[in-house]
Structure formats: C-alpha cells, structure tokens
T-cell receptor
Framework: DGGITQSPKYLFRKEGQNVTLSCEQNLNHDAMYWYRQDPGQGLRLIYYSQIVNDFQKGDIAEGYSVSREKKESFPLTVTSAQKNPTAFYLC?????????????FGQGTRLTVV | QKEVEQDPGPLSVPEGAIVSLNCTYSNSAFQYFMWYRQYSRKGPELLMYTYSSGNKEDGRFTAQVDKSSKYISLFIRDSQPSDSATYLCAMSASLKAAGNKLTFGGGTRVLVKP
C-alpha cells in the first residue's frame, strides 16, 4: 500500500530532551512537510522540503530541526529549545496533480512532555 | 489577525440536514482552495479543491469560492453520522512556487446526530 507512515503514534518526552519523529513515504513525492496542530489553531507549518538535501523553514521553525537525506524520509527533531512541544505533529507529502497540489497526510504523532 | 479564519464550532446538526461551513481569508493572492476532513486522532484527507472563484460539486459535497468577498464555503447535503469530523479549509497562492505551502484554517468540528 502506498502512503505516509509516521512513527511512533504516541511519544513522551522529558524536559530538556531531544526527540525525533519519523516520517516515511512510498508515494515517490518530491515535496514533504511537517505541521503542528494545536486545538483551535489548525495546522501550522514547521518545515518543508521540495527536494532531497534541501529544506526551508516554515512559520514556526524555532526549536525544531529536519533532514532530507533520502526522498522517502523526512524526520523531525524536537529539540530542548522548543518550549511548548506538546502537540499533534503531522507529516505530509504532495504532488502536483490535475491542476492542484494534493497533500497526503500521515496519521500523526502525539507528543507529550512529562 | 490570522490569514484564514474559521469558526471552530462545534456545529451540531440532525442526520439528513445540510451542513454549511465557511472560511474567510485576508490574502488576496490565494487562488487555490481546498477542504480537508479530519477524523479524531487521524491525519486530514482531501475532500475537494477549487481554483479561483466558482462552484464545484462532488456527490453530496459542494464547494464555493467568492474571491471578491474573500469567502469560501463547503456544503454537505443529506448529512450522515459518518460525516462527523473536523473540516479544515486550506489555501495556496501558487501551487508551483517554492514550498507549495498551504495555509490552513483552524477547523470546524461537525457533529451529525442520528
């Protein structure tokens, strides 16, 4: 089955700890994205990548880092510099199709600071 | 002020009623408009997209765009309990520009009661 796989589904982080969220896609999409979703605030873009070995900051990149060493993979690291990391994190990939960019989302990772 | 505003709801309707959802936006550069449906603890899935102004119908769903008023709508006819979800509007200025970034509304939670 083609799709986007995020892991883990639930993640707990201690104060001051870095954690990495995994995102893998087998859709052969060039573009990949990380969003953060908080209640009532919709999806906010953290980082995005158009091609391998290239990525750009989104609207809320502070305290996060990414890498894009392979087309299929776009891991997100939540660093200790992110002061309020508890949120639902969504990874997406996109393709320009039928005159539209259709973004496909993973099932998300819920990160909780304990 | 947020670029895209969406009433968070919840919007509660009886089964069979018409669900009416809308978003307003401030960026006149937006040309591509999408509606995503998100079930609880899942990633969003694309429902419909429209380009520029006009209407688009797909089964029980109708999307409308009024660029002059910076206002988009989604109507769900003959609503079913399975339509209970959060509906997110999303917009983009250019699908081929760097990032193909989508700007999301906060989402409206819809509850269809049997």
């Amino acid at each position: 089955d083609g799709g986007i796989t995020q892991s883990p589904k639930y993640l707990f982080r201690k104060e001051g700890q870095n954690v990495t969220l995994s995102c893998e896609q087998n859709l052969n999409h060039d573009a990949m994205y990380w969003y953060r979703q908080d209640p009532g605030q919709g999806l906010r873009l953290i980082y995005y990548s158009q091609i391998v070995n290239d990525f750009q900051k989104g609207d809320i990149a502070e305290g996060y880092s990414v890498s894009r060493e392979k087309k299929e993979s776009f891991p997100l690291t939540v660093t200790s510099a992110q002061k309020n990391p508890t949120a639902f994190y969504l990874c997406a990939s996109s393709i320009f199709h039928r005159g539209n960019t259709e973004a496909f989302f993973g099932q998300g990772t819920r990160l909780t600071v304990v | 002020q947020k670029e895209v505003e969406q009433d968070p709801g919840p919007l509660s309707v009886p089964e069979g009623a018409i669900v009416s959802l809308n978003c307003t936006y401030s960026n006149s550069a937006f040309q591509y408009f999408m509606w995503y449906r998100q079930y609880s603890r899942k990633g969003p899935e694309l429902l419909m997209y429209t380009y520029s102004s006009g209407n688009k119908e797909d089964g029980r769903f109708t999307a409308q765009v009024d660029k002059s008023s910076k206002y988009i709508s989604l109507f769900i006819r003959d609503s079913q309990p399975s339509d209970s979800a959060t509906y997110l509007c999303a917009m983009s200025a250019s699908l081929k520009a760097a990032g193909n970034k989508l700007t999301f509304g906060g989402g409206t939670r819809v509850l269809v009661k049997p």
